[in-house]
């Protein structure tokens, strides 16, 4: 059993055979060597959607040296380090995947709404993160303009949906039981916002 079936087991006294733990990291970093990895051969060593989001840090077009991307690196793969403990949490990338995983448009004061200003950057950060990775899209509406609505401090914020690879990745991952179902796929975006906003 898990750490919650634990919890739930109604034999008090019982002794809990507890399941350890499993990490896992993207397949961006499943292989990866960060150490081994220079401004030199990043190329070669990275996958290439991960050598293409460094290049522009690499020289002539970034300032980046090789202990300047392994640190980026480093950052990165925190993104990406879960785990099925729920003691320890999920990474912020599997947050961000789970609570949009039913495909509808939102933002991130929508899905995260009782998280702080300094969190909600890093939320907004990660955000971007899973756009380059094709697992999330920005709303956009039929002029290619990309769709707000006014959020919790009064601002205009953008909203995101999920994509098919972002099932992709929490299925890979193991936490297709976090999948939230009943979304309704074969509407668009535009069309959720809009249904949104009369609700509202």
């Given at each position: ?10 034999q ?6 507890l399941?350890?733990a ?12 960060i150490?081994?990895v220079?401004v ?16 522009m ?13 392994q640190?980026?690196?480093?950052l990165?793969?925190t993104?990406?380090?879960s ?14 995947r789970?609570?949009f ?5 939102a933002?991130?004061?929508?899905r995260f ?8 950057r890093r939320?907004?950060c990660?955000?971007?993160y899973?756009?380059r990775?094709n697992?999330?899209v ?5 002029n290619?303009k990309?769709?707000k ?8 914020v953008v909203?995101?949906r999920?994509l ?15 999948i ?9 975006p535009?069309q ?8 509202d």
């Amino acid at each position: 059993m898990d750490f919650v079936d634990w919890l739930l087991n109604d034999q008090d006294d019982s002794i809990a055979q507890l399941e350890p733990a499993t990490k896992y990291k993207s397949y961006r970093f499943k292989e990866l060597d960060i150490e081994s990895v220079t401004v030199e051969n990043y190329e070669d060593t990275l996958v290439p959607s991960l050598a293409e989001q460094v290049s522009m840090f690499i020289p002539p077009s970034g300032s980046f040296e090789t202990a300047d991307l392994q640190r980026y690196l480093e950052l990165v793969q925190t993104y990406e380090t879960s785990t099925n403990d729920m003691v320890l949490g999920l990474s912020l990338a599997d947050q961000i995947r789970i609570a949009f995983s039913d495909m509808k448009a939102a933002t991130i004061c929508d899905r995260f709404p009782d998280i702080d200003l300094n969190s909600k950057r890093r939320y907004r950060c990660v955000a971007e993160y899973l756009l380059r990775q094709n697992e999330l899209v920005k709303v956009r509406d039929d002029n290619g303009k990309l769709v707000k609505k006014i959020g919790n401090a009064g601002k205009p914020v953008v909203l995101y949906r999920g994509l098919s690879k972002l099932h992709d990745t929490l299925k890979n991952s193991g936490l297709q039981n976090f999948i939230k179902h009943g979304r309704p796929t074969q509407k668009d975006p535009e069309q959720l916002v809009k249904e949104q906003s009369n609700r509202d």
